[in-house]
């Protein structure tokens, strides 16, 4: 914080972005518990019936009722807490700081999100989880993510910095990374939901081949690795960059956080692919790439925000 931010202020500052890393936490943990519903086979387990459960408030459990029952308890959570931080920012506007840095409008972007995530989510029982409206369920859900982690950063980083952080040619490498990575969310989600994850045999070639041959469900999967090949250098790369642009720490270590998940995430798929698509590691691959787009947000947060400084070790 800067001199300027009273010690009232700070102390609200620091509330907010705690909430909101808080919500920020328990809204990824929610997305892979959603993977762990997809992986079980328990889409279904209330049937297609919501805001109920198979016609009841509180339904006789079986394995599968018991995962989807837990999921839709652990979104209530999650929905509880983004009001939190909607009441929160909005009791606070007045203040200078909290204003200035536009809290309460990220705040209700992200309650407007999980109204719509939850209409989505609805839907999709309703269809019976059409994989249309599934992937669309996740895109959301990752979106959401971001807004919370955005809205944290804001709430900590110095009002005073100069608009504009890093050089834009630093920025431009953290958004590619960034919006590579949801793309890769997203695409992974097709993968998984349209049958295209063993059409791949092998690694890191696809059926033995560079060039992938087989339909559009093969090329699909392809894509998706080819992709995630490409944010390998690009990581590598920012990192080098930061080094010789003499980044603040943050942002470089942000960036190698982000290198790390890239390389942690290849040899999660590795081992998915080679060992036949065990439920475990798909697991795992879900959580590692949601707290890969996690890191890359964070990264290009930081990259946007604080500028050039060869003192800075910490938050000003």
């Known amino acids: 914080m800067t001199e300027k931010t009273d010690p009232a202020t700070r102390k609200t500052l620091s509330r907010f972005a705690k909430l909101a890393f808080i919500t920020a936490f328990f809204t990824y943990c929610l997305i ?34 018991m995962i989807e029952y837990g999921h839709r308890l652990a ?42 995530q939850v209409m989505v989510g609805a839907i999709t029982v309703w269809l019976e989880l059409p994989t249309g409206s599934v992937v669309l369920h996740l895109a959301l859900a990752s979106l959401l993510l971001a807004v919370l982690i955005i809205a944290g950063l804001r709430a900590v980083l110095d009002a005073e910095a100069p608009a504009g952080g890093m050089k834009a040619s630093y920025q431009r490498w953290a958004h590619i990374a960034a919006g590579l990575g949801f793309l890769l969310l997203v695409l992974g989600a097709l993968v998984a939901n349209t049958g295209a994850g063993p059409l791949c045999q092998g690694f ?17 999967h392809w894509t998706h690795r080819i992709l995630a090949y490409a944010m390998i250098p690009i990581s590598v790369a920012a990192v080098i960059i930061g080094i010789r642009e003499k980044a603040p720490i943050v942002v470089s270590r942000a960036a190698v956080v982000a290198l790390g998940l890239v390389v942690g995430q290849m040899w999660v798929a590795a081992l998915m692919v080679l060992l036949d698509l ?15 787009w996690a890191s890359l947000v964070v990264w290009a947060s930081l990259a946007r925000r604080l500028p050039y400084d060869p003192d800075a070790d910490e938050f000003a």
């Open 32 to 65: 892979v518990f959603g993977g762990v519903v997809r992986i079980t086979g328990s889409g279904m387990g209330c049937g297609d019936d919501w805001p109920l459960c198979n016609g009841k408030l509180i339904p006789p459990m079986d394995f599968m009722t």
């Open 75 to 116: 979104a209530l959570f999650v929905s509880v807490l983004i009001f939190v931080v909607v009441y929160y920012a909005y009791k606070h506007r007045v203040t200078g700081a909290v204003r200035d840095r536009r809290l309460l409008p990220y705040s209700i972007v992200a309650a407007v999100m999980l109204v719509i």
């Open 204 to 220: 890191p070639l696809c059926n033995g081949r560079w060039i992938a041959e087989g339909g559009g469900l093969v090329h699909l």
């Open 278 to 292: 065990p439920p475990m590691i798909r697991g795992l691959h879900l959580a590692v790439g949601v707290a890969l």
